[in-house]
């Protein structure tokens, strides 16, 4: 009843996480045991046939078409056009948001007649501008650049901007005690000032990024990963939609990890950071 | 003794804008700073004594007055002055040695000769060992010796110091304090240094302005006329001790605000957005 | 940032400069579109589009469509944000919950929530049960994102706190964790309603059957009609930028202590 | 996440259970129907089964007002209906034959009991192209959606005109985004029902070529299906379901009928112009043929055969074990319309008795 009886327990509780033996096994058992579950489960009911096979293929199944799909190159050449779209896409939409992000962190005045407007822009989601830029780019690879760029642009050019603005007035006053030259003021304090904002913009752009090209290719194209599997819906084969969705799930982990990696490289003057 | 006055202050007053009420920081201070003498502002927290500093540097250019460095009424940064703050303020993302150099970035000097100016300076810092190391790798004091290197790498006519000792343990300090003298007096380099610590500036300088706070003005000048190397056990060390004590206490009376917000504490980073 | 007061009692001058850009796009839009130089398919004239949601038939079932969404938001949110946080207490609080959940939510977390639809559809058909499980997962990952970094990056310094006061787990939850974690929750549960709100019409869009603004779209787009395909992308827009703005004021009241947001 | 899942098993699992075992009721609660819809508007489509449901012939030949009929018109068209199907959340559906191969090529248990009659497929280019006939089209990009009726008729009149696939380009587009493609140029064509009259009626687009006109082969043909489940638990209900929707398409056949039938199609948001159009100089007793006849199971078999070549199927489908034409002999029988449609040969001319 009493506080002193719930005392002892968090601490009996962490020392015993604190044991090695069991810290080995939890560390490297744990994270195994929900997707083998899952997988168990999943194989029971479709071997059982709980569940119609063309509504839950078995794991087998999509094991199988993943490999097919591998070997015909149906993946590969998918993914590929997908890729070159992100970075098509993210080229151009990074560049712009870059430029006008400098200019609306160093600039009182841009901020004030560009910001709002372009905060506006951010809370309309692509999928909203899709019908839009659909009717003025036509389908095709131009709207796909168009759609990726746009995704980019917003939080590259709003995070510059924060990066910029929040850089330490200190280091600005070092810089103007100094009278670095312009390029230096650029090159060597804003831009490595704002770089950590700058890079968690570019994470966020290229989650957006993908996340915008799979829902344009699912809704209006006729090539990629997520065209695979609007095909895959309708010829009603969910095992092509489970491998689409494993594609995009690893892809989209991949790009995550690098940047992070990246991001890890760019800022090694500060490892305590992160 | 020394000739000429480099550094000239007259009549300098300064006032902030807080809140949409004047809030005096400075009000008609006056001393001079002869060539390669070593001056240090002492006063307690509030005195003005940074925002001295930060006009003379040129970051504050609004003020009235006249701060006059060879004759020169002082409106912009310049390479003839160079600062150490109190946080050293290296880039965290570029090197000792990248760092060092941007004091030099202004100039005209060849890649060459810039490196040769940072490599003796940091050798005059003692840091010559440390060039490829980031900020982060180095100790507190290591820090501040950079930001010497910094500063001084563009050979300013004067240095100045903005309590760069304040943040270090005491061995530090009493290092970098025999430091600075011996940079002072191998580099011929004029400091001009504000500190709250009476016997610092007892050992450092060649003369001590006592300030007082609210809003800030010079209540005393005290001469130091002591050789180097000093003993800070020695009698005359403290006597110039207890005089400087005495025209920080016993001056004419201090006024105390009752409005507490009246109290000019701008934080260094925001002054510039109030100018 | 620049919150200090210069501009305190004339406050029009930043925002009048917001309106600029906004006003010109608008005042070019309808001089373009009464003089006709532009095809009027693609731009529709600027007083169509204010009074095609009150006048026209088809126009006007935008507001059924809108209040049919915003229902369908709220449910998915409610269950998906709920499922979400359980989750992110789960991954947050305990070590072991953490280990278990931890990477398997983040590597399903990395399938763009759109790839679901047809997953979904195979499973739940086109009704409302295969919208709401959409609009739910699409609020269940910021949410439970949110929740976990939120009590992961509680300092060190506070969870020391608690355990020199020998704070009993309740207290150490109630005390120490939430309060902390609660800025990182709040800013979760504004990401998940926005998301909840894209999931919803995203999956009206691309679902279709029933009422809601993504099949306004939808139907705006088959019958070629601009005009409602520009209502409706505002009527989502709009939507968007309320959940943003009542957000933003309801968190100062939430989080007094997290200090303005900029 | 993996607990969402196990809740969408427990989900799936429940609602397969709980509809399995509301089946085995002497009567179900609600009996689910399912067919295209478009546009805005009410819950109706421009098929029979509309006629069946607003004249209400299917409640009238359940005669038991207890049970609730529930008539879905979706949006999203095949595969959409397809997985409605395969949830379990429709009994009944009438819908176009690529879909509905491709669902029974995959295993959804489901039986042809009448034919829905055709849909008129219009080849249309942008306005501001030269092209005048279908062979025309050599070289140009074509928006249709594949595995769809449309995809089927386009290769169908391609190849009536000596052109196949390779000679065009294909833009796999859903029905907005063919609209939307034709208008910024990025298509040169498309194959599309009705809905693609209204950009004809804007100048967007020019008709080049009607099915019904040109080729009635390639009318997109359509069917009656009821899922097996539903077949074998209530075979006395399915009968009279079928009669209801017999009852409809005689209705229809009646030219006195024919004004009241568009009326109630315009309701679904397709013009009463359109409709009108869509229908111009042709009886809707022909159209709307319900008979399960060679020229019907030529179409599906056709339908089949393509969906191999197309590799839209991996499993063969047996048309002779899908079609069940005991509902529609009872119908006819019983309200004595056996020779009210006569039968049509493969190629859907009408056999003279």
């Given at each position: 009843?009493?506080?002193?009886?719930?005392i002892?327990?968090?601490?009996?509780?962490r020392?015993?996480?604190?044991?090695?033996s069991f810290?080995?096994?939890?560390?490297?058992?744990?994270?195994?045991?929900?997707?083998?579950?899952?997988?168990?489960?999943w194989?029971?009911?479709?071997v059982r046939?709980w569940?119609?096979?063309?509504?839950?293929?078995?794991?087998?199944d999509?094991?199988?078409?993943?490999?097919?799909?591998?070997?015909?190159?149906?993946?590969?050449?998918?993914?590929?056009?997908?890729?070159?779209?992100?970075?098509?896409?993210?080229?151009?939409?990074?560049?712009?948001?870059?430029?006008?992000g400098?200019?609306?962190?160093?600039?009182?005045?841009v901020?004030?007649?560009?910001?709002?407007?372009?905060r506006?822009?951010?809370?309309?989601?692509?999928?909203?501008?899709?019908?839009f830029?659909?009717?003025?780019?036509?389908?095709?690879?131009?709207?796909?650049?168009?759609?990726i760029a746009?995704?980019c642009?917003?939080?590259?050019?709003?995070?510059?901007?924060?990066g910029?603005?929040?850089?330490?007035?200190?280091?600005?006053?070092?810089?103007?005690v100094?009278?670095?030259?312009?390029?230096t003021?650029?090159?060597r304090?804003?831009?490595?000032?704002?770089?950590?904002?700058?890079f968690?913009?570019?994470?966020?752009?290229l989650?957006?990024a993908?996340?915008?090209?799979?829902?344009?290719?699912?809704?209006?194209d006729?090539?990629?990963?997520?065209?695979m599997?609007?095909?895959?819906r309708?010829?009603?084969?969910?095992?092509?939609?489970?491998v689409?969705?494993?594609?995009?799930?690893?892809?989209?982990?991949?790009?995550d990890a690098?940047?992070?990696?990246?991001?890890?490289?760019?800022?090694?003057?500060?490892?305590?950071?992160? | 003794?020394?000739?000429?006055?480099?550094?000239?202050?007259?009549a300098?007053?300064?006032t902030?804008?807080?809140?949409?009420?004047?809030?005096?920081?400075?009000?008609n201070?006056?001393?001079?700073?002869?060539?390669?003498e070593?001056?240090?502002?002492?006063?307690?927290?509030?005195?003005?004594?940074?925002?001295?500093?930060?006009?003379?540097?040129?970051?504050?250019?609004?003020?009235?007055?006249?701060?006059?460095?060879?004759?020169?009424?002082?409106?912009?940064?310049?390479?003839d002055?160079?600062?150490v703050f109190?946080?050293?303020?290296?880039?965290?993302?570029?090197?000792?040695?990248?760092n060092?150099?941007?004091?030099?970035?202004?100039?005209?000097?060849s890649?060459?000769?810039?490196k040769?100016?940072?490599?003796?300076?940091?050798?005059?810092?003692?840091?010559?060992?440390?060039?490829r190391?980031?900020?982060?790798?180095?100790?507190?004091?290591?820090?501040q010796?950079a930001?010497?290197?910094?500063?001084?790498?563009?050979?300013?006519?004067?240095?100045?110091?903005?309590?760069?000792?304040?943040?270090?343990d005491?061995?530090?300090r009493?290092?970098?304090?025999?430091?600075?003298l011996?940079?002072?007096?191998r580099?011929?380099?004029?400091?001009?240094?504000v500190?709250?610590?009476?016997?610092?500036?007892?050992?450092?300088?060649?003369?001590?302005v006592?300030?007082?706070?609210?809003p800030?003005?010079?209540?005393?000048?005290?001469?130091?006329?002591?050789?180097?190397?000093?003993n800070?056990?020695?009698?005359?060390?403290?006597?110039?001790?207890?005089?400087?004590l005495?025209?920080?206490?016993?001056?004419?009376?201090?006024?105390?605000?009752?409005?507490?917000?009246?109290?000019?504490?701008?934080?260094d980073?925001?002054?510039?957005?109030?100018? | 940032m620049s919150?200090?007061?210069?501009?305190?009692?004339?406050?029009?001058?930043?925002?009048?400069?917001?309106?600029?850009i906004?006003c010109?796009?608008?005042?070019g839009?309808?001089v373009?579109?009464s003089?006709?130089?532009?095809?009027?398919?693609?731009?529709?004239?600027?007083?169509?589009?204010?009074t095609?949601?009150?006048?026209?038939?088809?126009?006007?079932?935008?507001?059924l469509?809108?209040?049919?969404?915003?229902?369908?938001?709220?449910?998915?949110?409610?269950?998906?944000?709920?499922?979400?946080?359980?989750?992110?207490?789960?991954m947050?609080?305990?070590?072991?919950?953490?280990?278990?959940?931890?990477?398997s939510?983040?590597?399903?977390?990395?399938?763009?929530?759109?790839?679901?639809?047809?997953?979904?559809?195979?499973?739940?058909?086109?009704?409302?049960?295969?919208?709401?499980?959409?609009?739910?997962?699409?609020?269940l990952?910021?949410?439970?994102?949110?929740?976990?970094?939120?009590?992961?990056?509680?300092?060190?310094?506070?969870?020391?706190?608690?355990?020199?006061?020998?704070?009993?787990?309740?207290?150490?939850f109630?005390?120490?964790?939430?309060?902390?974690?609660l800025?990182?929750?709040?800013?979760?549960?504004?990401?998940?309603?926005?998301?909840?709100?894209?999931?919803?019409?995203g999956?009206?869009?691309?679902?279709?059957?029933?009422?809601?603004?993504?099949?306004?779209?939808?139907?705006?787009?088959?019958?070629?009609?601009?005009?409602?395909?520009?209502?409706?992308?505002?009527?989502l827009?709009?939507?968007?930028?309320?959940?943003?703005?009542?957000?933003?004021?309801?968190?100062?009241?939430?989080?007094?202590?997290r200090?303005?947001?900029? | 996440?993996?607990?969402?899942?196990?809740?969408?098993l427990?989900?799936?699992?429940?609602?397969?259970l709980?509809?399995?075992?509301?089946?085995a009721?002497?009567?179900?609660?609600?009996?689910?129907?399912?067919?295209?819809?478009?546009?805005?508007?009410?819950?109706?489509?421009?098929?029979?089964?509309?006629?069946a449901?607003?004249?209400?012939?299917?409640?009238?030949?359940?005669?038991n007002?207890?049970?609730?009929?529930?008539?879905n018109?979706?949006?999203?068209?095949?595969?959409a209906?397809?997985?409605?199907?395969?949830?379990?959340?429709?009994?009944?559906?009438?819908?176009?034959?690529?879909?509905a191969?491709?669902?029974?090529a995959?295993?959804?248990?489901?039986k042809?009991?009448?034919?829905?009659?055709?849909?008129?497929?219009?080849?249309?280019?942008?306005?501001?192209?030269s092209?005048?006939?279908?062979?025309?089209?050599?070289?140009?990009?074509?928006?249709?959606?594949?595995?769809t009726?449309?995809?089927?008729?386009?290769?169908?009149?391609?190849?009536?005109n000596?052109?196949?696939?390779?000679?065009?380009?294909?833009?796999?587009?859903k029905?907005?985004?063919q609209?939307?493609?034709?208008?910024?140029?990025?298509?040169d064509?498309?194959?599309?029902?009705?809905n693609?009259?209204?950009?004809?009626?804007?100048?967007?687009?020019?008709?080049?070529?009607?099915?019904?006109?040109?080729?009635?082969?390639?009318t997109?043909?359509?069917?009656?299906?009821?899922?097996?489940?539903?077949?074998?638990?209530?075979?006395?209900?399915?009968?009279?379901?079928?009669?209801?929707?017999?009852?409809g398409?005689?209705?229809?056949?009646?030219?006195?009928?024919?004004?009241?039938?568009?009326?109630?199609?315009?309701?679904?948001?397709?013009?009463?112009?359109?409709?009108?159009?869509?229908?111009?100089?042709?009886?809707l007793?022909?159209?709307?043929?319900?008979?399960?006849?060679?020229?019907?199971?030529?179409?599906?078999?056709d339908?089949?055969?393509f969906?191999?070549?197309?590799?839209?199927?991996?499993?063969?489908?047996d048309?002779?074990?899908?079609?069940?034409?005991?509902?529609?002999?009872?119908?006819?029988?019983?309200?004595g319309?056996?020779?009210?449609?006569?039968?049509?040969?493969?190629?859907?001319i009408?056999?003279?008795?």
């Open positions: 009843m009493t506080d002193r009886s719930l002892a327990r968090p601490v009996a509780h020392v015993r996480w604190r044991t090695p810290d080995r096994i939890s560390f490297y058992g744990l994270p195994l045991v929900l997707p083998l579950a899952v997988l168990t489960i194989q029971v009911a479709t046939g569940l119609a096979p063309q509504i839950l293929p078995s794991p087998s999509v094991a199988v078409t993943f490999i097919d799909l591998f070997v015909s190159g149906d993946i590969v050449t998918g993914l590929a056009i997908s890729l070159r779209r992100i970075l098509v896409g993210f080229a151009l939409g990074a560049t712009g948001g870059l430029v006008l400098v200019a609306l962190g160093r600039s009182i005045r901020e004030q007649y560009v910001g709002p407007s372009l506006a822009i951010a809370q309309v989601p692509s999928l909203g501008w899709l019908p830029l659909m009717l003025i780019f036509g389908l095709g690879e131009t709207l796909n650049y168009v759609v746009k995704a642009f917003v939080p590259i050019a709003l995070s510059t901007a924060a910029i603005r929040n850089i330490p007035v200190r280091y600005i006053e070092v810089a103007r100094l009278r670095l030259r312009r390029r003021m650029v090159l304090v804003v831009l490595p000032g704002a770089l950590p904002t700058i968690s913009g570019v994470r966020i752009a989650g957006h993908w996340i915008a090209m799979v829902v344009v290719e699912m809704l209006a006729t090539a990629g990963v997520g065209y599997m609007t095909w895959g309708t010829l009603f084969q969910i095992d092509i939609v489970i689409g969705m494993v594609v995009i799930g690893i892809v989209g982990f991949a790009m690098g940047l992070r990696a990246t991001e890890r490289r760019l800022r090694q003057w500060t490892p305590d950071h992160v | 003794m020394r000739a000429t006055n480099l550094l000239d202050i007259r300098v007053s300064k902030y804008i807080v809140d949409d009420e004047p809030v005096e920081v400075l009000r201070i006056h001393f001079t700073v002869a060539e390669e070593f001056v240090t502002v002492i006063g307690e927290s509030g005195c003005g004594k940074s925002t001295l500093l930060r006009l003379i540097v040129g970051l504050d250019i609004g003020y009235c007055g006249d701060i006059l460095l060879d004759g020169t009424r002082i409106a912009a940064p310049g390479r002055r160079g600062i109190q946080d050293h303020r290296l880039l965290p993302w570029l090197s000792v040695e990248q060092v150099a941007l004091g030099l970035d202004a100039s005209d000097e890649p060459a000769a810039v040769q100016a940072v490599a003796a300076n940091l050798d005059l810092v003692k840091l010559a060992d440390f060039g190391a980031y900020p982060h790798q180095l100790s507190g004091g290591m820090a010796r930001a010497i290197a910094r500063a001084l790498v563009a050979k300013p006519r004067i240095l100045l110091l903005d309590e760069p000792l304040g943040a270090l005491s061995q530090t009493a290092y970098l304090q025999d430091e600075l011996r940079i002072h007096q580099g011929k380099v004029t400091m001009v240094m500190t709250h610590d009476i016997e610092e500036a007892v050992y450092l300088s060649d003369k001590i006592v300030m007082e706070p609210r800030g003005r010079v209540r005393g000048i005290v001469p130091v006329e002591l050789p180097h190397p000093r800070r056990a020695a009698a005359d060390f403290i006597a110039v001790k207890e005089r400087v005495a025209s920080l206490v016993n001056g004419p009376p201090l006024c105390f605000d009752a409005a507490p917000k009246s109290r000019p504490i701008v934080p980073g925001r002054a510039r957005r109030f100018g | 919150r200090i007061s210069l501009t305190v009692g004339r406050p029009s001058i930043a925002s009048r400069r917001g309106m600029a906004p010109v796009l608008i005042l839009w309808i373009v579109g003089t006709g130089l532009v095809d009027r398919h693609f731009l529709v004239p600027f007083q169509r589009v204010v095609v949601p009150f006048l026209d038939p088809d126009g006007r079932t935008v507001w469509g809108l209040a049919a969404s915003l229902a369908r938001m709220v449910a998915g949110f409610a269950i998906g944000a709920g499922a979400g946080a359980l989750l992110g207490f789960a947050g609080l305990s070590r072991f919950g953490n280990r278990l959940i931890g990477p939510f983040t590597a399903v977390r990395q399938v763009t929530v759109f790839a679901w639809i047809p997953l979904l559809t195979a499973w739940f058909g086109n009704g409302e049960e295969a919208k709401l499980v959409f609009v739910a997962l699409a609020a990952f910021p949410m439970a994102l949110n929740t976990q970094q939120g009590l992961r990056d509680v300092p060190v310094a506070y969870r020391e706190l608690a355990s020199v006061l020998r704070l009993s787990p309740r207290r150490r109630t005390r120490v964790l939430l309060p902390s974690a800025p990182s929750i709040v800013v979760g549960i504004e990401i998940a309603l926005i998301s909840a709100w894209i999931g919803t019409v999956a009206e869009y691309a679902m279709g059957f029933g009422r809601g603004v993504g099949i306004f779209l939808v139907q705006g787009r088959e019958q070629f009609r601009m005009d409602i395909v520009i209502v409706g992308v505002i009527a827009a709009v939507v968007g930028y309320l959940i943003n703005a009542t957000f933003r004021s309801l968190l100062a009241r939430w989080v007094p202590w200090g303005n947001p900029s | 996440m993996v607990r969402f899942f196990f809740k969408t427990l989900a799936v699992s429940f609602v397969v709980t509809s399995t075992w509301a089946s009721e002497e009567a179900p609660q609600t009996i689910r129907f399912g067919a295209v819809g478009s546009g805005y508007g009410q819950q109706v489509g421009t098929q029979v089964v509309s006629i449901h607003i004249k209400g012939f299917v409640q009238d030949e359940i005669g007002p207890a049970v609730k009929l529930d008539w018109y979706f949006t999203g068209t095949g595969p209906i397809n997985e409605a199907i395969a949830n379990g959340q429709l009994d009944f559906a009438q819908y176009g034959s690529l879909p191969i491709i669902a029974r995959n295993g959804v248990p489901t042809i009991i009448l034919s829905g009659g055709g849909t008129n497929i219009y080849g249309v280019v942008r306005s501001a192209l092209i005048k006939t279908i062979a025309d089209l050599k070289g140009h990009s074509v928006a249709i959606q594949k595995a009726i449309l995809h089927w008729s386009l290769l169908e009149t391609l190849a009536a000596g052109l196949s696939e390779k000679d065009i380009t294909i833009l796999d587009l029905t907005a985004d609209l939307a493609a034709l208008a910024a140029g990025s298509a064509a498309s194959f599309g029902t009705v693609v009259l209204p950009l004809r009626d804007q100048g967007i687009v020019r008709v080049i070529y009607t099915s019904q006109h040109d080729n009635p082969r390639a997109g043909p359509s069917a009656f299906l009821v899922t097996e489940a539903f077949a074998a638990k209530y075979p006395e209900l399915t009968k009279r379901i079928v009669r209801g929707f017999v009852r398409a005689q209705w229809v056949a009646q030219p006195e009928n024919r004004e009241e039938a568009l009326q109630i199609w315009a309701k679904s948001g397709v013009s009463y112009d359109s409709l009108k159009q869509e229908y111009a100089g042709e009886l007793h022909d159209r709307f043929d319900p008979r399960l006849d060679d020229f019907f199971r030529g179409q599906y078999a339908g089949i055969r969906s191999k070549d197309q590799k839209l199927i991996r499993k063969d489908v048309l002779a074990q899908w079609i069940d034409p005991q509902y529609q002999d009872a119908a006819f029988a019983s309200l319309l056996t020779n009210f449609w006569p039968s049509r040969n493969r190629d859907g009408a056999a003279t008795n």
